[in-house]
């Protein structure tokens, strides 16, 4: 009897270890059981030790480049296998993560190894100085992406690929899962409108890894004047693109959460409008609202905080819409939702004033902003991009490292 009471016991553990398993959570933590069922390239070390022994390394990386349950950065680990990183990258918010968006970094030292950091948004150059180029051998990125074209870590890693191209340096990419890998939806970037927040023709949500995007890159000519890079992914072990994978780390400042992560494609559109999209507040990209809307319930007011300094509406009580209840499966299943951003213009009402130049950049295409002007629905726009989904889905089939 005692043994059946044992064995109840470990078969209903597993029943709720499966529920956990397949329970879609709103936040990042570490402790997140799909999370741990991936192991990611960084953790995959006797695939790419061989690879750098012996060589310099610079490390491109930021605060989501890390293993197990104690996250340990990647950098450490290198450093306790013997490994000789002698310099290291950071992409938009710095190595440690707290920078604003688009704000300059400056470089500086890791006070933890003593090893120089030279930064990517330190001024207008995003390509690093010869005298850094020539302090190592290899570049090796390990960087949590989100997936989509205007998210700035995958610009980054295209930059020093070119870099890495001119100057002869081999490149390595430690692969880490697309939490939007199950999507791929919106128009592929006219490159008139090449930009730092759109950097490749690709559509807004790509539903590629950092590996298969350096892998497509490099295989479609796209680095500067069609030249290739020596490059090795190291992929993840037990992924596909329809994983839910939770990120351990908030990959930025103002993606505190999945749901934040999952909204990204239809919210980020309100940076290039007057309208809030929640910086400054608990639910960045979860709300949207503008202190001249009206007939709405919800209301919010923007703070400075820690990477969201000077948030835009700060300090005014906005009325809008909150999104930060929402179910993730819904939302995920919305895919790039244009609807939000239309009800916001019509309830404005303030016409060609209501976008920036900023918005044509990171839609990729001006047809989006024209449509919405002349009254066109989100059904009628998305229908105008289907071409395009069809065809870079042909296009980046033979890069996938993973199943679809």
Not at 14 to 21: H, I, K
Not at 137 to 157: A, E, H, S
Not at 355 to 380: N, Q
Request: proline content about 7%; charged content about 20%; glycine content about 8%.
């Amino acid at each position: 009897m005692k043994h059946l009471k044992v064995l109840f016991i470990l078969l209903f553990a597993c029943v709720l270890t499966t529920s956990a398993q397949e329970t879609i959570c709103n936040e990042i933590c570490p402790t997140s059981l799909p999370a741990e069922m991936v192991v990611v390239g960084a953790e995959r070390t006797s695939e790419y030790l061989p690879l750098l022994k012996g060589k310099r390394i610079a490390l491109l990386s930021n605060q989501t480049g890390v293993v197990g349950f104690d996250h340990k950065h990647t950098l450490d680990l290198m450093l306790e296998m013997g490994l000789n990183v002698t310099t290291i990258f950071s992409p938009e918010h710095g190595f440690r993560g707290k920078a604003d968006a688009g704000e300059h970094v400056k470089s500086s030292v890791d006070e933890k190894t003593g090893i120089p950091i030279a930064s990517l948004y330190e001024g207008k150059s995003r390509m690093p100085a010869k005298e850094t180029m020539d302090r190592f051998d290899v570049i090796v990125t390990d960087i949590q992406d989100v997936g989509l074209r205007f998210y700035t870590y995958y610009v980054t890693m295209v930059n020093m690929m070119d870099a890495a191209a001119a100057y002869g340096k081999e490149f390595v990419v430690l692969d880490r899962p697309n939490p939007n890998g199950m999507t791929v939806d919106g128009p592929i970037l006219d490159m008139k409108l090449k930009s730092g927040v759109g950097w490749l023709p690709i559509p807004t949500v790509h539903g590629m890894t950092m590996g298969e995007i350096a892998l497509m890159t490099n295989g479609e000519g796209w680095l500067n004047d069609g030249k290739r890079v020596k490059l090795t992914v190291i992929p993840c072990k037990n992924y596909t693109h329809s994983t839910r994978y939770k990120l351990p780390i908030a990959p930025s400042p103002n993606l505190p959460n999945m749901l934040s992560i999952y909204l990204y494609p239809s919210t980020c559109y309100f940076e290039g409008t007057p309208v809030s999209l929640g910086r400054g507040t608990d639910w960045p990209f979860q709300v949207y609202g503008h202190p001249l809307m009206k007939g709405y319930d919800f209301s919010f007011t923007p703070t400075s905080r820690p990477g969201a300094k000077t948030p835009p509406q700060l300090g005014k009580l906005c009325h809008g819409v909150d999104l930060h209840n929402l179910a993730a499966e819904d939302v995920i299943a919305q895919g790039m939702n244009l609807e939000y951003v239309i009800d916001a213009y019509r309830n404005l009402n303030m016409g060609d004033k209501f976008f920036t130049p900023f918005f044509d950049k990171l839609a990729g295409r001006t047809y989006i902003r024209e449509m919405i002007m002349a009254g066109k629905s989100a059904t009628e726009i998305r229908a105008m991009w289907q071409d395009d989904v069809k065809r870079f889905k042909e296009q980046r089939r033979p890069y996938l490292l993973y199943p679809e």
